[in-house]
Nanobody
Framework: QVQLVESGGGLVQPGGSLRLSCAASGRDFGGDNMYWFRQAPGHQREFVAVITKGGSFTNYANSVKGRFTISRDTAKNTVYLQMSSLKPEDTAVYYC????????WGQGTQVTVSV
């Protein structure tokens, strides 16, 4: 069974940091681009970041550029999202995505940025 399992979410104050992890199992995702998306209450799911299969190229939504960093550890079949300078508008459920056609999704991890 193929699974993507996110972890690392939680409650953090504005300006704080969190590191999300996405651990994959049941399939090697080393040959796939991997993505992070997020969905805030009342909003559509939106793209946050992507890392290519070799890890040589990354891209980010304008809203997180300069604050978030996506990375991957191919040996561990894991993708990370380092989030810094967090803002209340970053509050959302964060999802990991990957696969040949992006067909695999994790269950999400809640990130809440609040005083």
């Amino acid at each position: 069974q193929v699974q993507l399992v996110e972890s690392g979410g939680g409650l953090v104050q504005p300006g704080g940091s969190l590191r999300l992890s996405c651990a994959a199992s049941g399939r090697d995702f080393g040959g796939d681009n991997m993505y992070w998306f997020r969905q805030a209450p009342g909003h559509q799911r939106e793209f946050v970041a992507v890392i290519t299969k070799g890890g040589s190229f990354t891209n980010y939504a304008n809203s997180v550029k300069g604050r978030f960093t996506i990375s991957r550890d191919t040996a561990k079949n894991t993708v990370y999202l380092q989030m810094s300078s967090l803002k209340p508008e970053d509050t959302a459920v964060y999802y990991c995505n990957g696969g040949t056609s992006g067909e695999y999704w994790g269950q999400g991890t809640q990130v809440t940025v609040s005083v």
